[in-house]
């Protein structure tokens, strides 16, 4: 079997979708995107695909490497996603070809479904307290929201208050045992991360995620000193060399590597294993579309320190297109009681529309993330 053309789509509401075709007929499908930059990564893909045409499509261990060793200068977002999609596609292809799922080629599964999680925003009180509720009535046993808008370096106290109002207001609507994860999404800095990982303490949340950004290695390590609220973060990793670095420095407790960004399931599985040893929880990063989710679950499916799924049904960031809209069987992604079932069809367990799939890259998209400023006229991290 050879690999014949690879072909991205870039498709609403704000994702990168790859077909990887071959000679005998097997099509594999990828999701190489880092949110903002899907068009770069779709140039990153197509360069990438000199290596893999004319190539053995199961032979995934040794393009991965070449992809990666190959080109002097490595890893990134850019680079490390345009791998992951290619990678994804490459095992869908290799799945589909033996009939079975990819977690079987990994070494069967460990479970038959997974705990997810929702989005529930975290902007006004109010509505995100409503919206944990309603998320609690439909099944759902854990959720997520932003713990803060953009915060200076020191700022004031009531910033602090705010989130203490806003992460009370969920906690109250929805009872003692339901997970609650904050996300401080790298806005906030070492000064003002010690301050609301204390004041956060009271609420006893699932995780704190990103409480100051990942490559502030130091500042980590102080804020783990001033809470017993798990720490979590990884979406801005992308190999094994990146997480090595913090898995030594003790400084997280979960890890939420996005196999859109780190490298596929090649790499995102060495990196959950050397998570295992460190005793580190696998928490998979997923924004995205259906492709990234189901990557995700075929992961998830083999990983002994996956505990929960993000999934992106429902996020804001899904306008014009939701997760559903591309898959020809959306039930593959029925929540129920809040856990999804493990794809089980052959490859990574999908079926994509692609006259769907064809008909929206006609409309494209152009997203891009918010530019915060602070209110003297600085930059501020979103
Ligand atoms: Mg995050």
Redesign the pocket.
């Given at each position: 079997m050879k690999v014949t053309k690879l072909t991205t789509y870039q498709v609403p509401p704000r994702w990168l979708f790859l077909k990887i075709e071959t000679d005998d007929g097997v099509t594999g499908w990828g999701e190489p995107v880092v949110e903002g930059r899907a068009a770069t990564v779709a140039a990153a893909v197509e360069e990438l695909s000199d290596y893999v045409v004319g190539k053995d499509p199961r032979h995934i261990e040794d393009l991965w490497s070449t992809m990666y060793r190959s080109g002097f200068y490595r890893g990134g977002p850019i680079l490390m996603s345009a791998l992951a999609g290619i990678d994804q596609a490459l095992w869908d292809i290799k799945g589909k070809s033996f009939g079975v799922p990819v977690s079987e080629l990994l070494g069967g599964s460990v479970r038959d479904t997974i705990r997810v999680y929702s989005w529930i925003g975290g902007d006004r009180p109010a509505d995100t307290a409503a919206a944990a509720r309603d998320t609690v009535d439909r099944g759902f046993t854990a959720v997520k929201m932003n713990g803060t808008s953009e915060l200076q370096y020191v700022d004031s106290w009531d910033k602090v208050q705010d989130c203490i109002d806003s992460v009370g207001a969920v906690r109250d609507a929805v009872g003692p045992n339901v997970g609650i994860g904050v996300?401080f999404?790298g806005r906030v800095h070492k000064p003002m991360a010690k301050v609301l990982l204390r004041e956060l303490e009271q609420f006893k949340l699932m995780f704190i995620?990103?409480p100051v950004l990942s490559e502030e290695t130091d500042g980590l390590l102080d804020a783990m000193r001033h809470t017993s609220t798990p720490i979590a973060l990884g979406?801005r990793l992308y190999s094994r060399w990146d997480f090595k670095k913090i898995l030594a420095s003790g400084a997280v407790d979960i890890i939420q590597p996005d196999p859109s960004h780190s490298g596929g399931i090649t790499e995102t599985r060495k990196i959950a294993a050397m998570a295992e040893a460190y005793g580190v929880g696998l928490a998979l990063?997923c924004p995205l579309g259906p492709i990234a989710l189901a990557t995700c679950l075929q992961l998830d499916a083999g990983c002994h320190n996956a505990f929960i799924q993000e999934q992106s049904l429902g996020i804001h960031y899904n306008t014009t297109n939701d997760l559903l809209d591309y898959v020809r069987d959306p039930s593959v992604f029925a929540y129920d009681d809040g856990y999804v079932t493990i794809p089980t069809g052959p490859g990574l367990g999908i079926d994509v529309n692609e006259d769907y799939v064809l008909e929206r890259a006609g409309v494209g998209h152009r997203w891009r993330n918010p530019v915060w400023r602070h209110a003297d006229g600085s930059i501020a991290e979103w």
């Amino acid at each position: 079997m050879k690999v014949t053309k690879l072909t991205t789509y870039q498709v609403p509401p704000r994702w990168l979708f790859l077909k990887i075709e071959t000679d005998d007929g097997v099509t594999g499908w990828g999701e190489p995107v880092v949110e903002g930059r899907a068009a770069t990564v779709a140039a990153a893909v197509e360069e990438l695909s000199d290596y893999v045409v004319g190539k053995d499509p199961r032979h995934i261990e040794d393009l991965w490497s070449t992809m990666y060793r190959s080109g002097f200068y490595r890893g990134g977002p850019i680079l490390m996603s345009a791998l992951a999609g290619i990678d994804q596609a490459l095992w869908d292809i290799k799945g589909k070809s033996f009939g079975v799922p990819v977690s079987e080629l990994l070494g069967g599964s460990v479970r038959d479904t997974i705990r997810v999680y929702s989005w529930i925003g975290g902007d006004r009180p109010a509505d995100t307290a409503a919206a944990a509720r309603d998320t609690v009535d439909r099944g759902f046993t854990a959720v997520k929201m932003n713990g803060t808008s953009e915060l200076q370096y020191v700022d004031s106290w009531d910033k602090v208050q705010d989130c203490i109002d806003s992460v009370g207001a969920v906690r109250d609507a929805v009872g003692p045992n339901v997970g609650i994860g904050v996300d401080f999404h790298g806005r906030v800095h070492k000064p003002m991360a010690k301050v609301l990982l204390r004041e956060l303490e009271q609420f006893k949340l699932m995780f704190i995620e990103e409480p100051v950004l990942s490559e502030e290695t130091d500042g980590l390590l102080d804020a783990m000193r001033h809470t017993s609220t798990p720490i979590a973060l990884g979406e801005r990793l992308y190999s094994r060399w990146d997480f090595k670095k913090i898995l030594a420095s003790g400084a997280v407790d979960i890890i939420q590597p996005d196999p859109s960004h780190s490298g596929g399931i090649t790499e995102t599985r060495k990196i959950a294993a050397m998570a295992e040893a460190y005793g580190v929880g696998l928490a998979l990063h997923c924004p995205l579309g259906p492709i990234a989710l189901a990557t995700c679950l075929q992961l998830d499916a083999g990983c002994h320190n996956a505990f929960i799924q993000e999934q992106s049904l429902g996020i804001h960031y899904n306008t014009t297109n939701d997760l559903l809209d591309y898959v020809r069987d959306p039930s593959v992604f029925a929540y129920d009681d809040g856990y999804v079932t493990i794809p089980t069809g052959p490859g990574l367990g999908i079926d994509v529309n692609e006259d769907y799939v064809l008909e929206r890259a006609g409309v494209g998209h152009r997203w891009r993330n918010p530019v915060w400023r602070h209110a003297d006229g600085s930059i501020a991290e979103w």
